[in-house]
């Protein structure tokens, strides 16, 4: 994982990507007890195009270059499959500027906040986000108020007292 890491950190430096952060299953390795996961989710911040479409292409073609294989909607990095995901909206672009920086084995990485985690899972709505939220929000520390505030910011309040009446 360090190396696919120091990976990441390259495309940052390199201006292939302005900003990333670790959101998904991975990321609540940093929380709590490991999750059945395939893949390290990372969201992140582009370059500014004069293109309206998204394109991750620059990113995948410097990897190739460097002699890693692309599979599927992934590409895998010293054996890690990552899916690069651009900040799609408000929520996940607040939490790839508010993710905190820690340190993996000696190398530095950003990781969504757990209160962002949550809000992604709640706003996602999948049958494993909502199991995986009831196992976080049980085992991880979570600052209440500030899930609330997030919850609140991101109009997320029906969805979340649903998931709390079940």
Do not use: C
């Amino acid at each position: 994982m360090e190396k696919t890491l120091k990976v990441l950190n390259e495309l940052e430096r390199r201006g292939l990507i302005r900003r990333y952060a670790i959101g998904g299953g991975i990321a609540t390795f940093f929380y709590t007890e490991p999750v059945l996961t395939y893949d390290l989710d990372v969201f992140v911040f582009l370059p500014a195009e004069e293109s309206k479409i998204i394109s991750l292409s620059p990113i995948y073609d410097y990897l190739k270059r460097k002699g890693y294989r692309e599979d599927k909607e992934h590409i895998v990095v010293e054996g890690i499959p990552i899916q690069f995901i651009p900040a799609y909206n408000l929520l996940v672009e607040e939490a790839v500027r508010e993710a905190r920086e820690v340190k993996y084995k000696g190398v530095k990485t950003r990781v969504v906040q757990a209160e962002h985690l949550v809000a992604i899972m709640l706003q996602t709505g999948r049958a494993k986000d909502k199991v995986r939220m009831v196992l976080f929000l049980e085992e991880a520390k979570i600052n209440r108020s500030r899930l609330t505030e997030v919850i609140k910011r991101h109009h997320l309040n029906t969805q979340w007292n649903r998931f709390q009446k079940k």
